[in-house]
């Protein structure tokens, strides 16, 4: 049969710095000392608390379907979690639990992008989003974003990109690969915009928890009409249980359920009785005290950098990423980026997997690392500048 | 903001089951005693060794992300698999692991599919098949199957219904809600049609290792050029872990893993981690038990039924399903569901979630309890109808 695979796939990208990880593997087996400042992962082990949880409904035979929503118990506790943490009160019927927040974006657009609608979204951003509306036949449309806001999109941008074929926007708080916030007063008049657009408004949160001078306020504060996605990967460090959640305004339950129920039929049933456990006071003490490890890497790591010569444009107040302007050092992010894998066994993400706006001056650093190894990183980067 | 779901919306429907699920709950909580012969889920715990694998996984700390085609020890067992049961070569690299079939036929669609093509599809057949479809704007369009051809379709439907929009066909063997196998000649010879007319070609064959006669055979060696979709939910009785793969015709594994990194980013580790136990011999040996006790409960269901007056116009094959013509019982499925839960207690899928060829006048029941209950059910069936 002729190869012939549908259109879409034209316009999706795969991760670029896999390149750059297949090498960093490569070297690796060949005894060379990698130290990761590419991978969107916490180094952090899932705490104890939620391992023993799903070890023991593995155990108890908890291993059926669940419902296509999700464990009423579980989307409970996340309700309960929002009116604790935020004051803020979100039904327990209006949570559905996902395949992670990447399960829940499929979801999100599948109920409501059509074919051609077009959807904002800041450019630099998380590459999956804009392929996953693209997946649904939506049209991301980018808008670029610096310094000036933040990274962040503004009413005024919203107003200018908007049109008659326009369907909703998405924004994410803490950004990837930024680390910015939004505030709520931000997110009000993003709102507001949507609203009188007659657009949706989906905002990622997928980074709460993970912020360092300022609790990022919730999009559920500002209005029950607001898509909010959010996960356990990364506060929760339940990376590779694939769980997430999703705030739906009621109008879409029903609509989200039935996609639910044939496109992914339940969550992983393991992973949620594990995620029962996430909100018990032991796992948040656990996941404060990482909270603050992430803080002293970043209040490490991006001085550091500047003092290299790199620019953090971006005020990292989230997330566990620096978003550097590399431009006084290098003319093209991705060859710097290779060369610093090949000469310094430094690996960190170009700007080419985050969008199209000026990929080719900016370089991502996680700080999924512990400080010993980033300061290892930083001298590498200092000999290789000859700073 | 106003309601304003995507058009697909309107062609997905929910679980009609999910209703008589609801009252059966509701009964259950009442005190009544419900046999479950709507659940498509089978009654047996995951076996032990792959939940111990699981076990020590999360016990390790192996719960970060894999590979977005998932563990590559995984996709090696899966290939070794097809070689020892089945005698057929299929290389690891055209294995992808996925969010349980739901996951495979999510991404095999959002791989082939473009707005406005049309699909063959079985009717009846499992519902949530031709909703993915539509979900990635492809057309699902429904070829009636009865017993003139063991409710499978022939090349002479094909060629009946195939058309210039026509992209491809997908069937399954061991199909629901019939059971019904195709023999590795008929696959061959819609492999022969669709290769001719230049379309697509999946096999669903998540029921594989659930035949009671003849094993199934794999479509994998009806050529490389055909997409076959399996699980670990069925026969490996992980239906919560969300666990299964796709063999890939090689000219498409590039674009599934650019899918796979942009929607799922990887499948659940600690699934694919008790999966690597899946193959074990101490494994296939509870499982095959667990196959036997299912034919003996279909050899005591079947003609229990029959002498009640329930046709079983589809040879039930594999799978553990009993699609029965009721036309003789009563006017319409969904009603007599509705009655066999009030007043028997016993939980049927009416042919309603199956499609729109003759549903009232079929009706399911799963052999997903042991015998006894089965017993139970056919006693309170007979007193019902008074034979």
Not at 29 to 36: A, C, M, P, T, V
Not at 44 to 57: D, G, S
Not at 137 to 152: A, H, K, R, W, Y
Not at 281 to 294: Q, V
Request: proline share 7%; with cysteine; hydrophobic share 40%.
């Amino acid at each position: 049969m002729t190869y012939r695979p549908a259109r879409r796939l034209a316009d999706i990208e795969p991760f670029h710095v896999v390149e750059l990880l297949t090498r960093a593997r490569q070297l690796e087996s060949e005894g060379r000392d990698i130290i990761h400042m590419e991978v969107g992962e916490p180094d952090f082990p899932t705490p104890e608390p939620i391992t023993k949880a799903a070890v023991a409904a593995i155990q108890g035979g908890k291993t059926l379907y669940t419902q296509a929503l999700g464990l009423p118990e579980l989307r409970t506790a996340i309700s309960d979690f929002y009116r604790e943490r935020y004051g803020v009160a979100v039904a327990a019927s209006r949570i559905a639990i996902t395949n992670g927040a990447s399960g829940a974006l499929n979801l999100a657009f599948a109920a409501l992008a059509n074919p051609g609608d077009e959807w904002l979204l800041a450019d630099p951003g998380y590459p999956c989003n804009r392929h996953i509306l693209r997946t649904y036949e939506g049209c991301p449309i980018s808008m670029p974003v610096g310094p000036d806001s933040n990274f962040q999109p503004t009413p005024a941008m919203l107003r200018q990109y908007w049109n008659e074929k326009t369907a909703g926007l998405l924004v994410a708080s803490p950004a990837n690969p930024t680390g910015t916030l939004l505030t709520l007063a931000e997110i009000e008049a993003l709102a507001a915009v949507c609203r009188e657009k007659q657009g949706h408004f989906l905002v990622d949160e997928i980074y709460h928890g993970l912020t360092y001078e300022i609790a990022a306020p919730t999009a559920c504060a500002a209005g029950d009409d607001i898509w909010v996605i959010n996960s356990f990967s990364k506060y929760f460090q339940m990376t590779g249980w694939r769980l997430g959640w999703m705030v739906i305004p009621e109008a879409y339950v029903r609509d989200v359920e039935k996609l639910a129920q044939n496109l992914v039929l339940c969550p992983s049933t393991p992973a949620q009785h594990g995620a029962l456990a996430a909100f018990a006071p032991d796992t948040i003490a656990i996941l404060e005290e990482r909270r603050a490890e992430f803080r002293q890497r970043r209040d490490f790591l991006a001085p550091a950098l500047e003092a290299i010569g790199f620019r953090v444009t971006a005020r990292p107040e989230g997330a566990f990423y620096l978003y550097c302007d590399c431009s006084a050092l290098a003319d093209d992010s991705f060859t710097l980026a290779r060369d610093l894998l090949e000469k310094t066994g430094v690996a960190a993400t170009p700007g080419l997997d985050f969008g199209s706006n000026a990929p080719e001056k900016h370089i991502r650093f996680a700080y999924t690392t512990g400080v010993p190894r980033l300061a290892e990183a930083v001298e590498r980067l200092r000999r290789y500048f000859g700073r």
